[in-house]
């Protein structure tokens, strides 16, 4: 997950929710403020990706419909100052899903809006006959089911997201360094490269999912999709200590058990642990896709440091991408859907999804065709291993099994060798158990 890296507009945020409150109340249905215009709530978390792509295509939405009074709520802490609103029945209409929310509490209890039905004939603003399920890539659409089997499109893709394994192309290249493509050439990698002074990998020891995602999952989802989904949604805890699973464990132990494997940083955050990284002291960090920008943004990217994304390196035969979108929603109660639909309209506009994938440095989620003067290297870079068909592609969309934290604990453990292998597989069976129960 994304973590915070802008100050938030705090005040802005507090001042929108308490008007949210004060006009909506618990009542349903739209209100008309004395001007005659009727509010249009957004909910719009920015600590991954910023303001701006979002203020592009609120500015045209609002010079379009001037009949609604659009009041975006943007910022690094909106999603914790709109907690209370959706708990209390009074959500935003539109929120963008980035950021923790208690998104799987919302689904339980049916309070986003299923966009199933309005697929069927709904169409990009401004561009005549263009339907929203051909521009966009409807594949990355997050659905959920229901334990009666109805299944319902709740989160429109906007984004494509994926973790992986990130270096510097112009120290590979002055180092006449390979990128390893699988466990034996990463583990013989290790072996000939990394030093004291250069170790393998360093990740956010804090947040250690992002060695999770990036590095361990992919291994996991080589082995097979009816196996991945096991693992990845906790359907039962036994696939925890399966010899599957304990094989990928292994192969990491061994890699991260090697000399000079794993930097110190069992304490750093992600800023710092990409810092020390961009400073060299590993040669590889897991990250998403979000990271050049997040760098940029801070203005710590040296001079010459070229940026490459590749997939994990983990596997035994075929490397694996597990790709997901950034989604957005609408609340089911929703007190201006009409106005959070036509919204979604807006969205899908060619050059709305041109600036989304401008301003993020992430793939498109539509099949609309970027300018590539308008997009960092990295960025196209990123796209043509998406792209490469010598990768296989896993989608994962929504949330994965509640075992997560236990997993995070249990790689760095194993890192620290705290914990063994066989340990961390019960630890997680134990806690699937308990989910399960």
Not at 223 to 233: I, K, P, Q, T, W
Not at 289 to 294: A, D, M, Q, S
Not at 361 to 366: E, F, L, V
Request: glycine letters at 6%; aromatic letters at 10%.
């Amino acid at each position: 997950m994304r973590k915070i890296k802008k100050l938030l507009i705090g005040t802005l945020a507090l001042c929108m929710t308490a008007s949210m409150t004060a006009c909506n109340g618990n009542g349903g249905g739209k209100k008309p403020n004395k001007d005659g215009t009727t509010d249009f709530t957004l909910q719009i978390y920015t600590g991954g990706y910023g303001a701006d792509m979002w203020k592009y295509v609120v500015e045209m939405f609002e010079k379009d419909h001037p009949e609604y009074n659009v009041i975006p709520m943007y910022g690094n802490t909106v999603n914790v100052t709109m907690q209370d609103e959706w708990r209390d029945g009074n959500p935003p209409d539109f929120v963008y899903l980035d950021g923790t929310l208690e998104k799987e509490t919302w689904l339980e209890e049916g309070m986003l809006y299923d966009f199933t039905e309005w697929l069927e004939t709904a169409t990009v603003a401004g561009e005549e006959g263009v339907k929203i399920k051909d521009r966009a890539m409807i594949d990355y659409a997050h659905k959920y089911t229901y334990d009666d089997g109805r299944t319902i499109t709740f989160g429109m893709p906007l984004l494509l997201s994926s973790y992986g394994m990130w270096y510097d192309d112009a120290l590979f290249t002055q180092k006449k360094w390979s990128v390893p493509s699988n466990y034996n050439e990463l583990s013989a990698w290790v072996d000939s490269n990394a030093t004291a002074d250069t170790a393998a990998l360093i990740y956010p020891g804090v947040y250690s999912g992002y060695l999770v995602q990036g590095m361990i999952l992919p291994a996991l989802a080589e082995v097979g999709d009816e196996f991945f989904d096991r693992v990845e949604n906790a359907r039962d805890a036994d696939v925890y200590t399966s010899a599957e699973f304990k094989a990928v464990m292994n192969r990491f132990e061994k890699i991260v058990k090697k000399s000079n494997a794993v930097a110190s940083c069992l304490s750093l955050d992600h800023t710092k642990s990409q810092m020390q990284w961009l400073n060299h002291k590993a040669a590889f960090i897991p990250n998403g896709l979000w990271l050049r920008k997040e760098m940029a943004d801070l203005n710590a990217i040296p001079d010459g440091f070229e940026m490459r994304y590749a997939p994990s390196a983990l596997n035994v035969e075929r490397q694996v991408i597990i790709a997901s979108s950034q989604t957005c929603a609408i609340a089911e109660d929703a007190k201006n859907k009409e106005a959070a639909l036509e919204f979604m309209r807006y969205l899908y506009r060619s050059d709305v999804a041109k600036k989304f994938a401008e301003s993020s440095d992430s793939p498109s989620a539509t099949n609309v065709e970027l300018d590539e003067s308008k997009v960092s290297d990295v960025l196209r870079y990123a796209q043509s291993v998406m792209n490469n068909p010598a990768y296989k592609r896993v989608l994962h969309v929504g949330s994965w099994g509640g075992v997560d934290a236990v997993f995070n604990q249990g790689v760095n453990s194993i890192v620290a060798g705290t914990k063994t292998v066989d340990e961390v597989c019960n630890e997680l069976a134990a806690q699937a158990r308990k989910q399960l129960a």
